[in-house]
Every structure is written in structure tokens, then in C-alpha cells.
Nanobody, 122 residues
Framework: QVSLWESGGGLVQAGESLRLSCKIH??????MSWYRRAPGKEPNFVAY????????DYSDSVKGRFTVSRDNAGSTVALQMNNVNPEDTAVYYC?????????????????WGPGTQVTVSS
């Protein structure tokens, strides 16, 4: 059984930074993704990090502004969000995937956290 819990969301102004964390409770070190869901829209891929942290991937909309990382124990995955804009407003979720799965597909994730709200004002 795996449980996930996101934290760090809040209200920020455009141009500011925010750091999200995903705490992972499980028996293994997993490849992880961040997704976000804006009101009335489908979840969208944001970032990915492999189980050994050697591989990362980002959506075009956040590349160069967001950075995904994980601690050495693999129990926490972070998403550093810099220079945010109102289009980044969404509920952000972390999810468990596989190093061999297509992490850009929502269906390729087995567990999800409840999410944390990020709101960016202009």
C-alpha cells in the first residue's frame, strides 16, 4: 500500500515562487509525477522524476520555471515553482508511476495524493 500527501500550496502573486512537497509512504522508491488540474479542466502533466532521480521531464508550459527533485531516501519529491503566473493556478497532485511507463499519461499512475491548491493572482 502506498499513500501520498502533498503540501506547500497557497496564494501567491505572479512572478513569485512556491515549493510543493509530496510525502511518500511506501515500501519502494517510485518514479513520480506532478500533475495539475485547473477548474473545469482535465488533469495535465507537469513534471516527472525517475526512481533514481537521474531522469526528469517537464511540460512545455513549465520548462525553465519549475524544477522537480527528490531526497536521497526517495520519500519526498519536491516541485520548485519559480516565476509563477495565473495560468499555473490549479490543484497540484503527485502520483506514483513506473520508470518504464509513459508518465505523460494520467492512466499510467497507480496512486495519487489528495492534492494541494495553488492560486496565483495577477
Amino acid at each position: 500500500q502506498v499513500s501520498l500527501w502533498e503540501s506547500g500550496g497557497g496564494l501567491v502573486q505572479a512572478g513569485e515562487s512556491l515549493r510543493l512537497s509530496c510525502k511518500i509512504h511506501g515500501r519502494s522508491i517510485y518514479a513520480m509525477s506532478w500533475y495539475r488540474r485547473a477548474p473545469g479542466k482535465e488533469p495535465n502533466f507537469v513534471a516527472y522524476i525517475s526512481s533514481d532521480a537521474h531522469t526528469t521531464d517537464y511540460s512545455d508550459s513549465v520548462k525553465g520555471r519549475f524544477t522537480v527533485s527528490r531526497d536521497n531516501a526517495g520519500s519526498t519529491v519536491a516541485l520548485q515553482m519559480n516565476n509563477v503566473n495565473p495560468e499555473d493556478t490549479a490543484v497540484y497532485y503527485c502520483g506514483v508511476t513506473s520508470d518504464y511507463a509513459d508518465h505523460r499519461l494520467h492512466s499510467e499512475h497507480t496512486y495519487w495524493g489528495p492534492g494541494t491548491q495553488v492560486t496565483v493572482s495577477s
